[in-house]
């Protein structure tokens, strides 16, 4: 079982920044993929960002620009540096990994972390 514990988000004002992290912990081969996703009130949620094993990137077009995602293999850990904040940021992130258990297998499992909220203020 892998357990992602997001921190980072809270209160900001427009024009603002907010650093996200998510840490996983667990036994595991390796994580394939971590991402990013939100989801604003009465909306679904959707791709923020996402970041691969290989550090290839893939950033939602309303975030291009002013967010920027980076991970610590060593740590297996994400983090998603938002500059310049508008009130359309404001939603629930959540934090998500693909993992694959053993080298021996490309199967992987998807996580979500719990969600930390992020308010925007105009």
């Known amino acids: 079982q892998v357990q992602l514990v997001e921190s980072g988000g809270g209160l900001v004002q427009t024009g603002g920044s907010l650093r996200l992290s998510c840490a996983a912990s667990g036994s595991f081969f390796r994580i394939n993929a971590m991402g990013w996703y939100r989801q604003a009130p009465g909306k679904q949620r959707e791709l923020v960002t996402i970041?691969?094993?290989?550090?290839?990137?893939n950033y939602a077009n309303s975030v291009k620009g002013r967010f920027t995602i980076s991970r610590d293999n060593a740590k297996n850990t994400v983090y998603l540096q938002m500059n310049s904040l508008k009130p359309e940021d404001t939603a629930v992130y959540y934090c998500?990994?693909?993992?694959?258990?053993?080298?021996?297998?490309?199967?992987?499992?998807?996580?979500w972390g719990q969600g930390t909220q992020v308010t925007v203020s105009s």
């Open positions: 998500n990994a693909e993992v694959r258990y053993y080298s021996t297998s490309i199967t992987s499992i998807t996580y």
């Open positions: 970041i691969t094993w290989l550090n290839t990137t």
